[in-house]
């Protein structure tokens, strides 16, 4: 199932950029190479003769819309500055202006530092008046898009997993003092009746149970830093019992499934963060979905493995059963 | 219902003191070297990280391409009037395809929709229950199955999304229900 979720992402993505691409080529959406009409008025006349003149640039609306052909609300005026070098003049827009598509694309290609629109003049007095700006061409953004994204991703995946080691190491730490105390152990006698029905593979008294029920708690009171760990160290333990490394066992499919149902009953610090005090009345409506959720995602795992088809696919130790 | 919430919420401040503090010192007493064991347990959390990097960035690296691309925003165009039937606002969509994704970008989308519809908009309602409610289902399999080096998830994936489904279709009735 994963291999062809991952394939699919993949080349769906590569399809899906091509057509976005294929389909600009063929539209022009950036309009490569045609000049586009503005009004450009320098902000005092006294700077006319400098190498850099504030301007303020005048777009009328209608004709950007007709000349882009699309339904955008371009403010009429901006700020700019205007470069007088050797090769021209260029008009630079004011850094992150609220340009309207696809101009918002043409600077994101072509200035990406910046970030403002640059474009060469032609036709301009210093004086102020009409002048026709025309852009840097603009082709397979989303190719060049799609590959930025794997490269930025990758690194991404590797500070995530860096990132982890400090907590990681702190719970591995304490977990082991835990162990060697009988602490998993006592854990594991008071909780076996409840889970056992859900984990039948793990044998009685084994720590496996201990460090599920640690990583379902801490799951619940939104100990997101404290569950990662301690879930990982679960699988760790259901490693131990089964027979084929590479596979998961109905066990680890099932610890798998109730973390990601994640049963909550305090709201992820992010959440929080993000929502302010209106967590409070939702606080109800995510214990009742979260509660919903953990109940479809266990009877999911365990009706699934008793199909044939994850049942032949399971790992030799737990085929009895 | 207020008395549970707050005892909740007491507990889930003190529950991480408790445990760092109460490991050790209990197993102070029980005789441990609390010490030497907790360096020599520490140790594996490095391992476990560097192991677990092959598997994220697999995961991240093709979904960060398939968001690049702008397939997501041509799935969402697709399953419009599909929602529609069963009375889903379209608005939601975004969310109900990240949130097994991306833990970034689904609380982006929340964020977003906040500044579009404002905090007390139903909308608004809809996407924090589903992102409270849920968790990013590919990052969990890549991290606690990467940390053990199972190659072959079997069910997991079909179980997590099933969930995942269920629970942002039940948060559009539960949310419409106490507040619409």
């Keep these: 199932m994963l291999n062809y979720i991952w394939a699919g992402l993949i080349v769906l993505s590569l399809v899906f950029g091509m057509v976005y691409d294929i389909n600009d080529l063929a539209s022009d959406t950036y309009r490569n190479g045609q000049a586009f009409e503005v009004q450009v008025d320098p902000l005092d006349a006294t700077s006319a003769s400098s190498r850099r003149i504030p301007v303020r640039v005048h777009v009328d609306p209608a004709a950007f819309n007709a000349f882009y052909g699309v339904e955008a609300n371009p403010d009429s005026t901006y700020d700019g500055v205007v470069i007088r070098n050797q090769e021209g003049m260029q008009l630079r827009f004011a850094q992150d202006a609220s340009v309207p598509e696809p101009w918002a694309t043409i600077r994101a290609e072509t200035s990406e530092r910046d970030n403002d629109l640059r474009g060469t003049l032609a036709g301009w007095s210093p004086s102020g008046g009409p002048a026709a700006v025309s852009f840097r061409e603009v082709r397979f953004v989303k190719m060049r898009a799609i590959a930025a994204a794997a490269l930025s991703m990758a690194e991404l995946a590797v500070e995530l997993a860096l990132g982890l080691i400090g907590v990681l190491a702190l719970w591995m730490g304490l977990l082991q003092i835990a162990e060697k105390a009988g602490i998993i152990h006592s854990v594991v006698r008071v909780t076996q009746p409840i889970l056992r029905p859900l984990f039948p593979d793990i044998p009685k008294g084994h720590p496996a149970m201990g460090m599920i029920v640690l990583n379902l708690t801490a799951n619940m009171l939104g100990l997101g830093n404290a569950a990662t760990p301690l879930g990982i160290k679960a699988m760790e333990e259901l490693q131990t019992l089964n027979e084929d490394k590479e596979t998961a066992t109905d066990s680890m499919v099932m610890l798998l499934a109730m973390n990601t149902a994640s049963v909550q009953l305090v709201p992820p610090v992010l959440l929080v963060a993000l929502m302010g005090l209106q967590i409070n009345q939702l606080i109800f409506a995510i214990i009742i979905v979260t509660g919903i959720s953990l109940i479809v995602a266990v009877a999911a795992a365990k009706l699934l493995s008793k199909t044939k088809r994850f049942r032949a696919s399971a790992p030799a130790a737990t085929t009895e059963g | ?180």
């Design chain 2, 1 to 180: 219902m207020d008395t549970i919430r707050s005892i909740i919420e007491i507990a889930s401040v003190f529950v991480l003191p408790l445990l760092i503090v109460g490991f050790p010192l209990y197993g102070l007493i029980k005789k441990v070297p609390v010490y030497e064991e907790f360096v020599e347990g520490a140790k594996g959390g490095f391992k476990v990280a560097v192991t677990i990097i092959p598997y994220l960035v697999a995961i991240l690296f093709a979904i960060g391409m398939f968001r690049a691309s702008g397939a997501m925003d041509f799935m969402v165009d697709g399953l419009r009037p599909i929602l529609g039937w069963f009375g889903i606002p379209p608005e939601v969509l975004p969310m109900m395809i990240m949130r097994p994704l991306t833990g970034s970008g689904s609380a982006a989308i929340v964020l977003d929709m906040i500044n579009q519809f404002g905090e007390d908009s139903i909308l608004v309602k809809m996407v924090a229950t589903m992102f409270g409610s849920t968790e990013t289902t590919f990052y969990v399999i890549a991290v606690y199955f990467g940390a053990v080096n199972i190659k072959k998830t079997r069910h997991a994936v079909p179980a997590g999304l099933l969930a995942d489904i269920v629970a942002m279709i039940t948060a559009v009735f539960v949310v419409r229900w106490l507040f619409g």
